[in-house]
């Protein structure tokens, strides 16, 4: 793939000391911030609506458009999402561990163009090696004036602090992670009225962006809004880190232009499947995403929009590859038993119907299921997700419960006969 | 800052600890906001999250001990239970079941003769399977002390259990351990650092939890 490279240009020239702040300069490191101090801030937010640049966590929102809702009180806050844990991702790792510099620009930038002086860089209690290089970066950008006060001679002040989380996924939504950096129980807040843009950290108002996202805004500085809005297909513009895992035999982390086909990204880019065994499903965005099969998908263009119009999503790019020799009742119980562990607990159908899904697909699984327990596993994902339709409806405060739906209905639909067959004979046929 | 209410509410911290715990509180806005750090300061000073604890860092940030209590609570890695000196913590989410996790888990219960969830009798290692943490590139995967190998096999878990009961390291150099223990990587990590993981919380400078030379590479 002769793709350009943004986010790991420089990981991937310098792989030896990408990390440090002498060749993060050396390799044109800050000059996006001097540029961007020179402009009026909303200038800034101008040229990433521009680009078009969609938030790489999830939810795919674009990103100029969230900096412009932004109420205007203050003292405004700009938190950096690094609690990455959506089964599958592994990408902000890598742009933490080896580019620390290029996220922490892009945070400076953020919070210049949103009138913020107190920016956080929440990282997952299980990320220590990222949370050191980011420390390190953040305590030699201080050292240089990249932080602090008067930041440049443009008198703007910024102080960033490191927060480490504990071990929790629902802090990856962005409310949960703003009542764990307010020092509480991880539970997300109801939208309205607790919009983070207008009522966020300490009420006030707040940009959440991810890792990734903040980490293509010093390019979009450099090169313009219009130059990253040119690269991929309308809508997916710009590069997407893709953290590509399960049954390929190069799985690992592909900086990719959006709009090649899966086939291109399962057979060429991740070189397949070992043993040249076949293929058997996939899911294209994250434990959270409706999964696909070759049938139906393999050549379906891989962007945001057609995923999400195929009934899935791009979520935080993470591919799952599942060839097969899988079982896909025990890779639900999997799935779901990861969301059953994460519930916070709050709404009742999330916390009760995920680990009743998951002790029926495990009972399942074991071999001790009965017919009747199809229509249970259907009749609780309804509860959590009325109609299980995608997008998904909610009768949740969030969306953690109904994305433990997404892989009941690929074993309820896709793989209706292998389920039976659990059932009927016994425990799994695949042995 | 919050104010010292009673001397008996400050007891057991040291003052080097409580200096450590004022830096913290004063990187926040808000000094509720640092109860999260304190809670790991207060595990690396008792080796886990004790009553005694809680209450230093309910004091810290003006919060009461139940309070403390209840957030300490919602997250997984506040050990409330004295966890042993190493925490093995196994993956076996999706994409390091799909490659063997369970049976990885299972080697290092059988060799260390610990179920998950549970600590040997001495106080030295500690089991756990763990959700997702993010090293899919390089699964099956495990942490020791939060400190990543990847590309595990059976063998090499047992190899571990077997080094972690031999040798007995004052700390957990990740780096080391891939190495020795380790298989193929979610990415190429570039230069390993040396720093190291001094029990079962997370290795971070500002908690006063990194061992070894900070920074200095091994190339």
């Keep these: ?431 | 800052m919050v104010e010292i209410r009673s001397p008996s509410v400050r007891r057991g911290w040291s003052e080097s600890v409580r200096a450590r715990a004022s830096e913290i509180v004063k990187q926040y806005p808000d000094p509720r906001s640092a109860v999260m750090p304190l809670l790991y300061l207060a595990m690396a000073e008792e080796g886990y999250l004790t009553d005694n604890g809680m209450r230093e860092v309910a004091g810290a940030v003006g919060l009461t001990p139940a309070q403390v209590r209840a957030v300490a609570s919602f997250y997984t890695m506040y050990k409330r239970e004295n966890p042993g000196r190493y925490l093995i913590s196994c993956c076996t989410s999706i994409s390091c079941m799909l490659l063997g996790s369970d049976e990885v888990l299972g080697a290092i219960e059988d060799e260390s003769d610990v179920a998950a969830g549970e600590t040997d009798p001495e106080g030295l290692i500690s089991v756990e399977h763990v959700e997702c943490i993010g090293a899919c590139g390089g699964a099956p995967a495990v942490t020791v002390n939060y400190e990543l190998i990847e590309g595990m096999t059976t063998e090499k878990a047992r190899e571990l259990v077997r080094w972690l009961r031999a040798a007995r390291p004052e700390a957990i150099v990740g780096a080391e351990c891939q190495e020795l223990f380790g298989g193929r990587r979610s990415f190429d990590w570039g230069p390993f650092d040396r720093d190291s993981a001094l029990g079962p919380y997370p290795a971070f400078g500002p908690l006063g939890t990194v061992s070894g030379p900070a920074g200095e590479q091994d190339g």
């Design chain 1, 1 to 431: 793939m002769s793709a350009p490279s943004i986010v790991t240009d420089r990981m991937t020239r310098h792989p030896s000391d990408s990390h440090t702040l002498e060749r993060y300069l050396e390799t044109g490191g800050y000059q996006a911030l001097a540029r961007a101090l020179q402009m009026p801030p909303e200038e800034v937010t101008g040229e990433v609506k521009a680009a078009n640049l969609r938030g790489r966590g999830g939810a795919g929102f674009p990103c100029g458009v969230k900096w412009s809702f932004l109420a205007p009180a203050k003292p405004a806050y700009v938190v950096v999402n690094g609690d990455e844990s959506e089964p599958g991702t592994f990408k902000d790792r890598q742009l933490m561990e080896r580019d620390p510099h290029q996220m922490l620009e892009g945070t400076i930038i953020t919070s210049y163009a949103n009138g913020a002086n107190h920016a956080f860089i929440y990282i997952r209690g299980e990320y220590p090696r990222s949370a050191r290089r980011v420390q390190q970066a953040v305590e030699d950008a201080y050292a240089a004036g990249y932080l602090g006060s008067d930041i440049l001679g443009s008198g703007f002040d910024l102080e960033v602090t490191v927060h480490l989380g504990a071990g929790a996924y629902i802090c990856g939504e962005e409310t949960g992670l703003l009542n764990s950096l307010e020092g509480r129980r991880g539970e997300p807040r109801l939208k309205p009225p607790y919009y983070p843009a207008a009522k966020g950290l300490y009420m006030k108002p707040t940009i959440v962006n991810n890792v990734e996202t903040l980490a293509n805004v010093p390019w979009i500085i450099q090169n313009g809004g219009e130059a990253f809005a040119a690269i991929g297909p309308e809508g997916s513009q710009g590069t997407r880190l893709f953290s590509i895992s399960g049954h390929v035999r190069r799985p690992g982390n592909y900086e990719l232009v959006m709009g090649l086909t899966w086939r291109e990204l399962i057979y060429e880019v991740a070189g397949g499947i070992p043993g040249d065994r076949a293929l058997k499903c996939w899911i294209p965005g994250g434990a959270s995403a409706p999964w696909f099969v070759p049938d139906d998908h393999l050549d379906l263009p891989v962007t945001l929009d057609d995923t999400a119009k195929a009934g899935s999503m791009l979520g935080s790019g993470a591919v799952v590859i599942m060839d097969e020799t899988t079982c896909t009742v025990r890779a639900t119980e999997r799935l779901v038993r990861f969301f059953a562990h994460e519930s916070c607990g709050q709404c009742t159908p999330c916390r009760e119907g995920c680990s009743w899904l998951e002790r029926i697909l495990r009972r399942i699984e074991e071999g001790a299921g009965r017919e009747v327990d199809v229509d249970m596993l259907l009749d609780i994902s309804d509860n959590i997700s009325p109609g299980l339709a995608w997008p998904p409806r909610m009768t949740t405060i969030c969306p953690l419960g109904p994305s433990a739906v997404s892989p009941i209905l690929a074993i309820t639909s896709y793989f209706k006969d292998e389920l039976m067959a659990h059932i009927h004979q016994g425990g799994c046929p695949l042995g």
